[in-house]
C-alpha cells in the first residue's frame, strides 16, 4: 500500500470536540499544498527529493500517530505501519536514489515490486477494516460492485482508447494497467468505510488520498500508452495521495480510528448507489464507446471495446446477485432468530407475569412489614408517626372538638424479664401484652409499638377525661399475672398522657407524650402523668444543665471539697469524703442535687466520676503519707456497670502510688434499688473484685432503703454510714424510737466487723450521745463543713472542735 491509513483510540472523539481541536492538520495540508504547487516548477532531481521527503513526513507522522494513539497493538496498524514503510523505503531509495538519480533500471524494477505488495497490503488492511461491526462477505462485495460500476467508463473512456491507440502493448503497459484498478477497488473500500452517519474526518481525508493515486495512476497510463513522459499534473496528483493522508494522520479524529466499524448503509442510499452504477455505468460505458469510436467503424477495436463492457456488466450483475443472496440469507436468519426469540420472548412473558404477581404479593407483605411491627403486628414507630400526624391535620381541618391524645407507656420491670428468663420469654411476654391492649382499644383509635416495651395509642379527637379512663384501665390490664411456660410473672407500666394540647406536627407531640412517660417513671413507676408546661420547662432546664456539665468538663469548672470524718472518742480525722462542687465561670455554684441527677441521666457521671476519682488520689497521697488519711469517693451506678471502672480505679492508685485501703468506695441503697437483679449481680462482682484488691467499700444512707438488711449479707461491705435522719431527732426527748434504730444499727455493724460513720453530726449534745452508743467515727458540721484541700490541710495541723467547750 502506498501510503497509511490511520490511527486509533478507544473511543471516537465527538465532531464538536474535534472543531475545538489542534489544526495542526489544516497547517500541514496548507504548507505542503505550497511544496505540491511548486514541484512541478523545480528540476527533475529537486523534486524528486520534495516528493521523497513529502512521502517521508507522511511515514513517520503515520507511524508516530499510530503508536501515540495505541492503535499498532491491532494487527490492521501493524499492517499499515509495515505498508508506510515498504512505500517510503521503494519512492526514498529505489526510485529516488535509484532510477532518477542513479538511472538503474533493476532499482526501478525493485521499486515497482514493493510498490504493488504495498498495494496488496493496503487491500488487506482495507479489507479487514471493512469487516469490522459487520460482515467481511457483504464488505467486499459491496465495495466490488462500486469499483465494477466505476470501471466500466474508465474501460470506455480511458483504457480502451489507451490500448486501441498505444504504438504498440508491452507487459509494461499492462502492469501499468494493473495499478489504476487496483487503485479503484481501494478506493471501493475505502468508500465504503465512510458511508454512514458519522463519517469520521481523517477517514474523508484517507478516501480523497486514494481518489488522487488513482488520478495519479490514470495520468501515468495516459501517458504512458501515448509514448510521453508524466507531466505536472501527473506528479502533482501522486504528491497530493501522501499529503492528504499525513493530514488525515494529523486529524484529531484519528484518535477514534481503533473502534471505526463499516457501519450498516442505509435501505435508501445501498439502493440509490446500486441502481446508479447497475443503470447508468453501463449507458454511460455504452454511450461513451459509441462518441469516442468511428461511426462508419465496426471492426474488432469496437467489438472488443463492447466485449469489456459486456464482461463488465455480467460481472455486475453476479456480484449484486450474490450481494443479494447474502441479504436474503441474513434476512432468513434473523427471521430464524425473531421466530426463537418470539418463542423465547412468550416464555419470558408468562415467566414475567408469575413473576409480577409475585413480585405485587412480596410488596404488599413488604408494605406491611414496614409500616407494622414483626413480633405484635401493630404499628410500628413510623406508621404511628404517620397516624399521629394524620389526626393532627385532621383536627386542624375541622378545629371544632378536642385535639388527639395520645398514651404512651413503658413496661415497668420488663428488662429484668429479659435478663432473668432470656429474650423468647420477653418476646411472648409483649405478645401477651399487645393482645391485652388491643382488647382496649375501640374502632378509630391506633395501638402502636414504636420500640422495645414501649406501646401507643392514638385517639382521635379524645377529651381528658376519655384518655385518662383508657389509661386507668391499661394500668390494670398489664397488671394481671401473666402464665408464660409454667412461670408466673407479674408487670407493671409507666403511662404518660397528652390531651387537649393542639400540636403543630407529630414530633411535636411524641416530644410531649414522652416527656409525660419520663415524669411517670421518674414519679415511682406504675403511674399516670399528664404533660404539662411545667415538664418541658423542666426538660429545658435540664438540656441546658447537661450542655453546662460538658462545657465544665472541657473548662474545669469542677472542684473537690473534703468533709472530715472524725473520731468521736479522741476528735482526730480518720478520713475525708470527697464532694463534687461545680462553681460556672462568672456565675454561681450550681448544687449538687441539681446537676448530679443530670449528670447520671445523661452518662456524663462516668467521666465526672473519673475525673473526681482522679483528683481525690492525687490529694489523698499527702494525707496518708503525713497521717495515714484515708479519702472516700461517691460512685454511682452507671460508673460500677462500665466494664472498665475497676481497671480504672487500680490503675489510678498504682500511678498515684496511693495504697488500695486508702481509698473507699461509697454507694448507696438507693442506687441499688434502681437496678435490675442482673446489673446489680455484676455491680456486686464489681465491687468484690476492687475489695480483693483492698479497696474498701462503704454503704451510704444506710436505713433509707427497704432491704438494708438482705443488702449488708450480699454485698462486700466494709462501712456502714448512718443516714442524718437518725442523727437529728437524737437529743429529743420524744424521739427515743429513733435512738433505739440507731443504737440497734451501731450494734448490727459492730456484731457484723463493720465500721460505723454516723453523718449530719452537727451539735455537741449528738457526738456525746453517740459516743455513748458505742459508734466510733462522726461526719458534720459540727467538725467542719466541706473545705477545699488547702483547708485540709490546716485542719490536719489544728482541731478546732477539740477546744470547742
Not at 538503474?104 to 488492511?125: H, K, M, Q, T
Not at 467486499?140 to 483504457?159: N, S
Not at 501527473?234 to 463499516?262: E, I, N
Request: net charge neutral; with cysteine; aromatic share 6%.
Amino acid at each position: 500500500m502506498r501510503q497509511p491509513l490511520r490511527p486509533t483510540t478507544r473511543r471516537a472523539p465527538r465532531w464538536d470536540a474535534v472543531r475545538r481541536a489542534p489544526r495542526g492538520w489544516s497547517l500541514y495540508l496548507l504548507l505542503g499544498g505550497l511544496l505540491v504547487l511548486a514541484a512541478p516548477l523545480l528540476p527533475a532531481g529537486p523534486a524528486a527529493v520534495a516528493q521523497s521527503g513529502l512521502q517521508g513526513v507522511t511515514a513517520l507522522l503515520m507511524i508516530r500517530q499510530i503508536r501515540r494513539y495505541g492503535l499498532d497493538r491491532a494487527r490492521p496498524w501493524r499492517m499499515v505501519v509495515a505498508g508506510t514503510a515498504a512505500t517510503w523505503s521503494a519512492t526514498a531509495l529505489c526510485w529516488g536514489v535509484g532510477w532518477v538519480w542513479l538511472e538503474n533500471a533493476a532499482l526501478l524494477e525493485l521499486y515497482r515490486i514493493l510498490i504493488a505488495c504495498s498495494s496488496l497490503l493496503g487491500l488487506a488492511v482495507l479489507a479487514l477494516l471493512s469487516g469490522r461491526g459487520g460482515s467481511t462477505r457483504s464488505a467486499l462485495l459491496e465495495a466490488g460492485i462500486m469499483t465494477v460500476g466505476a470501471a466500466m467508463p474508465v474501460w470506455a473512456f480511458l483504457i480502451h482508447p489507451l490500448l486501441h491507440g498505444a504504438p504498440r502493448v508491452d507487459s509494461h503497459l499492462v502492469v501499468t494497467l494493473v495499478a489504476p484498478v487496483v487503485d479503484l477497488f481501494m478506493l471501493g473500500l475505502a468508500v465504503r468505510l465512510t458511508l454512514g452517519k458519522g463519517r469520521p474526518p481523517w477517514l474523508v481525508l484517507t478516501g480523497l488520498g486514494y481518489g488522487m493515486l488513482l488520478v495519479s495512476d490514470g495520468l501515468h497510463l495516459t501517458n504512458l500508452a501515448a509514448g510521453r513522459p508524466d507531466g505536472p499534473l501527473s506528479l502533482v496528483a501522486w504528491m497530493c495521495w501522501p499529503l492528504l493522508v499525513g493530514a488525515a494522520a494529523l486529524h484529531p479524529s484519528l484518535a477514534g480510528a481503533g473502534t471505526v466499524q463499516a457501519r450498516e448503509v442505509g435501505g435508501r442510499t445501498r439502493v440509490a448507489v446500486f441502481l446508479t452504477l447497475t443503470v447508468a455505468s453501463p449507458l454511460l460505458s455504452v454511450a461513451g464507446i459509441g462518441l469516442l469510436a468511428d461511426p462508419l467503424s465496426s471492426g474488432p477495436a469496437r467489438s472488443h471495446a463492447e466485449l469489456g463492457i459486456t464482461a463488465m456488466t455480467v460481472l455486475l450483475a453476479v456480484l449484486l446477485v450474490a450481494r443479494l443472496d447474502l441479504v436474503a440469507r441474513v434476512a432468513e436468519a434473523r427471521a430464524v432468530a425473531l421466530d426463537r426469540q418470539a418463542g423465547q420472548l412468550t416464555a419470558q412473558a408468562d415467566e414475567l407475569s408469575a413473576a409480577l404477581r409475585r413480585q405485587d404479593a412480596l410488596q404488599r407483605r413488604l408494605a406491611h412489614r414496614a409500616s407494622h411491627d414483626a413480633l405484635t403486628g401493630l404499628a410500628n414507630r413510623t406508621l404511628f408517626a404517620e397516624v399521629v400526624q394524620d389526626a393532627i391535620t385532621a383536627h386542624a381541618a375541622r378545629p371544632g372538638g378536642p385535639p388527639p391524645a395520645l398514651l404512651l407507656l413503658d413496661l415497668d420491670g420488663f428488662k429484668d424479664v429479659n435478663d432473668t428468663y432470656g429474650h423468647p420469654v420477653g418476646d411472648e411476654l409483649l405478645t401477651v401484652v399487645a393482645r391485652r391492649l388491643r382488647g382496649l382499644v375501640t374502632g378509630g383509635q391506633t395501638l402502636a409499638r414504636p420500640g422495645g416495651d414501649e406501646f401507643a395509642v392514638v385517639l382521635p379527637g379524645a377529651t381528658l377525661d376519655q384518655a385518662l379512663a383508657l389509661a386507668r384501665r391499661v394500668l390494670a390490664a398489664v397488671q394481671a399475672p401473666y402464665h408464660l411456660g409454667g412461670r408466673e410473672l407479674y408487670l407493671t407500666t409507666s403511662i404518660g398522657v397528652l390531651a387537649e394540647v393542639a400540636a403543630a406536627t407529630a414530633s411535636e407531640a411524641l416530644r410531649d407524650v414522652d416527656l409525660a412517660l419520663y415524669a411517670a417513671k421518674s414519679a415511682g413507676k406504675n403511674q399516670v402523668v399528664v404533660f404539662d408546661g411545667e415538664l418541658r420547662a423542666a426538660r429545658m432546664r435540664q438540656t441546658r444543665i447537661a450542655t453546662g456539665l460538658r462545657r465544665a468538663l472541657a473548662r474545669g469548672e469542677f472542684a473537690l471539697h473534703y468533709q472530715p470524718v472524725v473520731d468521736l472518742a479522741t476528735g482526730d480525722i480518720r478520713s475525708v469524703e470527697a464532694l463534687l462542687r461545680w462553681i460556672p465561670e462568672g456565675g454561681e455554684p450550681v448544687r449538687p442535687d441539681v446537676f448530679i441527677p443530670v449528670a447520671e441521666e445523661t452518662g456524663l457521671i462516668v467521666e465526672i466520676g473519673l475525673w473526681v476519682l482522679e483528683q481525690a488520689c492525687a490529694d489523698a497521697r499527702r494525707w496518708h503519707e503525713s497521717h495515714g488519711i484515708t479519702v472516700a469517693v461517691n460512685v454511682s451506678g452507671r460508673q460500677l456497670r462500665d466494664e472498665t471502672f475497676s481497671d480504672a480505679v487500680l490503675a489510678m492508685l498504682d500511678r498515684h502510688e496511693l495504697p488500695e485501703r486508702a481509698l473507699t468506695l461509697e454507694i448507696t441503697e438507693s442506687m441499688l434499688l434502681a437496678t435490675t437483679q442482673v446489673e446489680t449481680t455484676r455491680i456486686v462482682e464489681v465491687l468484690t473484685r476492687l475489695r480483693e484488691h483492698g479497696v474498701r467499700i462503704a454503704l451510704d444512707d444506710f436505713g433509707t432503703g427497704y432491704s438494708s438488711l438482705s443488702y449488708l449479707r450480699a454485698l462486700p461491705v466494709d462501712v456502714l454510714k448512718i443516714d442524718r435522719s437518725f442523727t437529728t431527732p437524737l437529743t429529743e426527748a420524744d424521739h427515743q424510737r429513733t435512738r433505739a434504730f440507731t443504737r440497734a444499727i451501731v450494734e448490727l455493724s459492730a456484731s457484723l466487723g463493720l465500721s460505723t460513720i454516723v453523718e449530719g453530726v452537727e451539735t455537741r449534745e449528738q457526738a456525746d450521745v453517740l459516743r455513748q452508743m458505742g459508734s466510733p467515727l462522726g461526719q458534720g458540721y459540727l467538725f467542719s463543713r466541706p473545705v477545699t484541700a488547702e483547708r485540709i490541710d490546716d485542719l490536719l495541723l489544728v482541731a478546732p472542735w477539740k477546744r470547742a467547750a
